[in-house]
């Protein structure tokens, strides 16, 4: 009964989405009579589409292929090596990446642009680096003020000491006047270059420390170098954003909190908390630490949310309370004016549904939040655990964009550290695949009728491909996560009413 089902949604699901495609091709048509989206007119424009057809009969195809063939296929994934699925990454990554180039240099580096959300009709008048220039432009004329929405306390604090090495005649109170020529400035830049390099040196290093026993050999170093030239790294450092920094801090805690070394705990404690004071949902890896459950974890997680609030708070005295109020109210905002492309949270996947009641949107974001911190504390694995907190982290509207990607970076490295995996395992790595590989904008070439079509959907911004898969890649997340806390209570359970069965 489960697979008729299961046939049956796979079969709607296909024509359905061919039929929305169908739809868009003929709503571009002027001659076409629309005469409402009925379902027998999106069967009039599927089965008039060639390309939809086409597509359809391919994905109904492999579908069906997967349930045929699905167990076998399962036993065969449930005995897969950490180098089966380090090389399936390589390969989809690759050849997605070159295409990517090859779509870029075919529309004159417009869709590349795109990509770093730079559109070059409108003449952006901030595009390159503009977050660390214009972050340590207003720290340095301290007007904390103007960023307190988007930088806590602490960042101001880093940007201020930065603007240190700015020139004084730069720090203005014009941005406008300024921003080119603090990005003409070479020593400024060349310091944003070397901590850069710092920040891609340190993440090389602490990536081999977790992957140097997995024998992988020289995978490692070519994972490293994707991760480097992946969609969000390159976005972060185009746009010279802190999110870097931040991810850092947090491999290094993963990285020492085990240590025997008392010196080496207390700074994973102090690494944690100095990467939430940055960015507050960092927080959630502290969670991490309850993982044996015992009373010397919960004395470690509270001295890293102490450590979290004393790095927070204390900077506002130089740069003003106020400003702590301001961010807090935008961190824990849902509200918006409508679909935002290129946002993961749940929120955005509520927008695009219409749904604006804030009471509704909060009790979901809470319920989507809660079964990603019971993944984080029950399921077993390293892997399983920073899938779950980056869940939460993409989770957070306010702060879900590109840039939050790079914290996809971890579960993936802790993901190829393992040398036997499950076929879940292979659900994960294609999950994460899909949201820091840059995809070539396919629909560029058809780009009148795209627009039409995702016009149709309510839809008027997307800028790139990665805009239109990473938020239902982001909550898929969650539903294997869910998927497979119920198959550990499951075992649980199961094994539960085998041990009186033995003892009898």
Known sequence: MKKKILFLVITAATIFSSAITGFAESAANPQTEQSGF????????????????????????????LIIFRKKLKRKLNKSKASQLVNAFILFFSVSGIACLAMAFATDGETWSNLMHINKESALLYTQFEDYILNIHSAGAQQFFSTATTNTPFAHLIYFILAQFLP??????NPIVTYPRILHDQPFMYLYLILVMFCVVL?????????????????????????????PAIFCIEKGNITSFSIVLVMIFLTLHNSEKKLFNELSLLAIAASAAITPYTLVFSLILFKDKSRQSVLKFVRTVVYFLILFISPAVFTGFGNILTYVKAFVSVSAEGFIPGNMSIVNLLHFFGISNTVI??????LTDAIAVLALIMLPEMWQKTAAATYIILNVFAFSDASALMFVFIPVIFLFAEKQHKASSWAY???????????????????NRFSIFMTSLGITDIQNANNLISLAATQFILVILFYQIINMMKAKKIKKQEIPSEQT
């Open 38 to 65: 009925s379902f027998e007119f999106m069967l009039k424009c599927f089965f008039g589409s060639t390309s939809a057809v086409i597509a359809a009969s391919a994905v109904f195809v492999l579908f069906l292929l």
């Open 168 to 173: 004084t005649k730069l720090v203005v109170n």
């Open 203 to 231: 993440l090389y290093r602490m990536n081999r420390s977790v992957l140097r026993n997995n024998g992988l050999n020289m995978r490692d170093e070519v994972v490293a170098f994707l991760f480097a030239v992946s969609y």
């Open 361 to 366: 949107i909060y009790a979901i974001v809470l």
């Open 429 to 447: 790595l294609a999950t994460f695949a899909v949201l820091i590989t840059p995809f070539p904008e396919w629909y560029r070439y058809d780009i």
